[in-house]
């Protein structure tokens, strides 16, 4: 795959947090998918437990894209996370076969 490619992968998981979409786990995440951010999520089944409960626990919840890049393989996004506060995250995603398989976070801080 392209990095054009890779990126709408990695807008359709920002997609499935905005909208509670869990189904579509399957279609962008690979099985055996790390969020170093996150060890505890381990598993589709387990990542559509989290957007699910996010999701109940903050109806506004909101990621909003503020640039996104790629290059091969990998893919970098800057976004702002809106719940109860807003801050920005930088998030690195590696993709393979089609599907995130790793991703990483840094936070820059909230407003």
């Known amino acids: 795959m392209n990095a054009e490619e890779n ?5 359709r998981y920002i997609e499935m947090w905005n909208t509670g979409n869990v189904a579509l786990a399957d279609e ?4 055996d998918w ?3 951010a996150h060890p505890e999520v381990t598993g589709l089944e387990s990542m559509r437990q989290v957007v699910s409960k996010i999701r ?5 919840f909101r990621i909003t894209i503020e640039s996104i890049l790629g290059d091969g393989d990998l893919v970098a996004l800057r976004g702002i996370v809106q719940r109860e506060s807003i801050s920005r995250v930088m ?3 590696r993709i393979a076969e089609g ?3 790793e991703l990483w976070t840094g936070h ?3 407003n």
């Open 7 to 11: 990126k709408v992968i990695v807008k």
């Open 34 to 36: 790390v969020d170093y």
């Open 28 to 31: 962008v995440l690979a099985p």
């Open 91 to 93: 998030w690195f995603v």
């Open 99 to 101: 599907k995130m398989v």
């Open 56 to 60: 109940a626990a903050f109806p506004d």
């Open 108 to 110: 820059e801080g909230s």
